[in-house]
C-alpha cells in the first residue's frame, strides 16, 4: 500500500489522497446457527451496505489465518457434554490449530470524478509543496461517518 501518514489515530492517508482504515470484525459460527438467525444476520449486512453505498467508498475483506494454542473454555451443564468436550479437546490439541481474525478496510477515494480531479490539479499547482499532504475534510467525514455505521451494525 502506498501509504503516506497518518491523518487520526485510526485513519492513514495514501499518496493518491485516499483515506484508509480497519475495523477488526466478530464473526459468527454459521455451521450451527439456526436459518431464521442467518437470514436476520444476512438483512443487517444488506441494510448496512446499502446505507453505507457511495461512489468513493470501496470495502475490502480480509481474512487472516494464523496458528494458535488456545482452545476456548466452556461451561457446561451435563457431564456428557463436559466429557465430550474433553475428549474433543485432547484430539484437536494434538493437531494443529488455527484462529480466523476478519478485518473490513474502508478506503475513501475524494475527487474520482473527472471534474473533481480536474479542480484538485489546478488547486495543486497554486499551493506550495509544504501543504501538499492536506486531507479532503469532505472524505475524512465520509470515511468516519461510514466506519460508526458499521461499527454500530
Known sequence: MPFSRHVTDTVISLTTRALLTVIRID???FETAETS???DLHGKLNLTLRNVADPQLAL???LVR???SVYPDGTFRSTFAAALDAEYRQRLCKEALFR???YLTLV???GRAAT???AEFF???GRSSRNSAEVDSGALKRLHDATRDIVAA
Open 27 to 29: 464473526g459468527t459460527s
Open 37 to 39: 438467525d442467518l437470514n
Open 60 to 62: 475490502w475483506s480480509h
Open 66 to 68: 494464523r496458528r494458535t
Open 100 to 102: 480466523n481474525d476478519l
Open 108 to 110: 475513501c477515494h475524494p
Open 116 to 118: 473533481d480531479t480536474a
Open 123 to 125: 488547486r495543486r499547482l
